[in-house]
């Protein structure tokens, strides 16, 4: 599918295998499956959006191994790089993942550039909820970019967190009824009154 033509030596194409981006994911986590299910290395992955910044981007393989720990950022011709790759619109891929909002974005209008910091600038990654994302037909590890180091699956009674150490898959809060309430209650209060009625129940 040939979506755009954003440079003239951007990929015109996007790739064979297609896969959606999860609600809220962080767009390392998505860009790593979307490079596996190509049978890409991220390196070679990465080579087609741009030119890499900083000291950790220019050492993918260990980006690769640690897609808990970084959140890969880029420029505006980037991101156009990144949606033909993806074979979905610029303004989707914005929507689905917070990473690649305007306010995130590394300046530049040339040549595409990416950047991998081993920190999101702004953020945490939070393990996916292991059911959320099969119900959306996706078994691969992924991750959320949360402003909070934590979230209550409501749905699935589980505890996810931006530990990096084993289960990865959250915590079961099948025990713990309380704390799913007062996850539901502390989402109600910020219905109401914005973040700030969050930290009334913290
Ligand atoms: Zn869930």
Redesign the pocket.
Known sequence: MVLQVPGLYGPRQSLPLLVRPLPGESTGSFVNRLAQANGLGLADFLQRVGQGMGSSSTDPARVEKYPQCTEMYVNGPGLEYLAVLAGTPAAVLQRALPGLATRHRLPGDGDAVWKWPWQPSEGHLVRY????AE?RGVREPSWWLMSDSWRV?A??G?WCDDSRTEPLDGLSLKELPEVVDAHLDRARLHKQFGRSGGGAVR
Do not use: K, N
């Open positions: 909820c292991t059911r959320c119900a699956c749905r699935h589980r």
